[in-house]
């Protein structure tokens, strides 16, 4: 009988003694490497199989409809499917099904019928509130398998110039822009391509610092709607603005646009960058004009900001761009005419985090003019999806390397999805390079293009813009587009000093 007790009692003390010493070994190794076990696993990825986009511009109700571009890598393999369907409900026809990887689709989106009043939307109960309004219309991508790799989406205006890029749903974006003085119409459009609501913030700064008596928080976002906000009201006076836009609940696709005269189509601010203390603003032309920089300062600690131009001649601060303070919580506008007729990128360096975008002039009727913005340098590779050139428009890649040299592809696409010759290109350390693109000519969706550009192995952080133009001397700018990273794979998550232990 002893025996027997003392085995019952020795046996859970054995388990405790094992359970300790492997715990304990666990915390051990998160200090000390123990062989491969506890050195941190290489970084994996996957291949990407399913990405959604959405077009707040085409089919929305009121508008002149507009269209949509959509194309992939070429030389993706295997089944898949890229799915264009209006935003609404579930169970809405598709207006498209597409299947061939490489071919670039357009396809006009017509206007749909005017929303009615919808219950639930906060209106504006005093003169400080902003309404909040529900409208019909955008444009929802969902692709998936060899359609979803390397996937661009575009929208592009009836006069067939690509206004801004069609976004993946997000928590957070920025934006950052001319105010109201040069604005008369300001819209904020919130897309939810979700199956459940999400809860919206909007935090507004302008040039006189933090908006203050605005109640722009919780705006609910019914699933698979849009809502817009007119800003102009509260925005009044202001000549530059930033916008926070975050979710509490949920995810959205947010876009801004701005319209100088009640006839025009005006102009879609890209988004920008979350806010960093170094960002790179890519894609400025050779056009001739003074360059508007639009920079937002988010938090209460004063930015000292310096700026450097990355140029076809190489990196120096342009006049005006140095020794410049900026109150927290603001945005400010700074006007750098130096920079007029010279292709570059913009390097801002900050001592806290900032976000930006810039301007010149150029646009359809009723811009305020053409934008780019504080942007990531590419991974992978950055695909364009609508270009043209001939018939009175030209198309340019703005390719900088604001750190060490690049080495970088070129390829274009023909609308039919066959490859052009890749073209190597480098771009010195420091400097920019201006390529063009579609010398064969051509005009009208027909002869559209895509375009693919690849950093290659061993190169520095590579940024890019696209820029479309009338021909010739003095051409004005129609539109300009950072390129974004069109990825094929999305990274898996490390792994590290994992232990499974088994105690029979």
Same mark, same amino acid.
């Given at each position: ?94 207006? %498209? ?253 900050? %001592? ?144 590290? %000093? ?7």
């Amino acid at each position: 009988m002893k025996g027997l007790s003392a085995n019952r009692i020795l046996a859970p003390l054995l388990v405790v003694i094992a359970l300790g010493a492997v715990y304990g070994l666990a915390s051990f190794g998160s200090f000390t490497k123990l062989g491969a076990s506890g050195q941190v696993a290489p970084p994996r990825s996957t291949a990407a199989t399913s990405v959604l986009r959405a077009c707040p511009l085409p089919g929305m109700a009121g508008s002149g409809g507009g269209n949509v571009a959509l194309v992939t890598l070429p030389a993706t393999a295997g089944p898949g499917q890229a799915q264009v369907t209006r935003l609404g409900v579930n169970g809405t026809p598709a207006l %498209n099904n597409l299947t061939h990887p490489g071919q670039l689709w357009v396809s006009p989106v017509r206007p749909a019928k005017a929303a009615g009043t919808a219950a639930g939307l906060r209106t504006p109960g005093n003169a400080n509130a902003i309404a909040t309004v529900p409208t019909q219309g955008g444009v929802v991508v969902q692709a998936s398998g060899s359609m979803a790799r390397g996937l661009e989406v575009e929208q592009i205006t009836n006069a067939g110039v690509p206004s801004t890029r069609c976004e993946s749903p997000e928590t957070d974006f920025w934006f950052a822009g001319p105010g109201q003085h040069s604005a008369a119409r300001i819209q904020l459009f919130l897309m939810n391509v979700a199956s459940q609501a999400a809860d919206v913030n909007v935090e507004i700064a302008t040039d006189a610092g933090p908006l203050q008596g605005s109640t722009d928080t919780g705006i609910s976002v019914a699933p698979h709607s849009t809502v817009v906000q007119a800003l102009a009201g509260v925005l009044h006076g202001s000549r530059v603005i930033s916008l926070h836009v975050r979710t509490s609940v949920g995810q959205v696709v947010a876009g801004v646009e701005e319209v100088t005269s009640a006839g025009g189509s005006g102009a879609w601010l890209p988004a920008a960058q979350e806010p960093a203390t170094q960002v790179v603003l890519p894609g400025l032309p050779a056009a001739a004009g003074t360059r508007q920089l639009f920079v937002a300062v988010p938090g209460i600690r004063d930015a000292h900001i310096k700026l450097t131009a990355v140029t076809t001649r190489g990196s120096y601060p342009p006049a005006g761009g140095s020794g410049l303070d900026i109150p927290g919580g603001s945005a400010v506008e700074i006007s750098l005419p130096s920079m007029s007729g010279i292709p570059a990128a913009l390097k801002l360096s900050s %001592n806290v985090p900032v976000t930006a975008s810039a301007m010149l002039n150029g646009g359809p009727t009723g811009a305020p003019g053409v934008f780019t913005a504080a942007s990531l340098p590419l991974e992978e590779q950055g695909v364009v999806a609508y270009n043209k050139a001939g018939g009175g428009t030209s198309s340019e890649l703005v390719l900088s390397a604001p750190g060490p040299a690049v080495k970088a592809s070129i390829t274009e696409i023909a609308g039919s999805g066959a490859a052009g010759t890749p073209q190597i290109v480098d771009i010195q350390a420091g400097h920019s390079l201006v390529e063009q693109l579609g010398k064969g000519g051509g005009s009208g969706h027909k002869s559209a293009f895509s375009v693919l550009v690849t950093p290659l192995a061993g190169s520095g952080p590579l940024y890019a813009g696209r820029v479309v133009a009338s021909s010739g001397t003095g051409g004005v700018v129609q539109s300009l587009l950072p390129v974004a990273s069109a990825l094929t794979t999305v990274p898996l998550p490390r792994v590290q %000093n994992t232990f499974i232990t088994t105690v029979p």
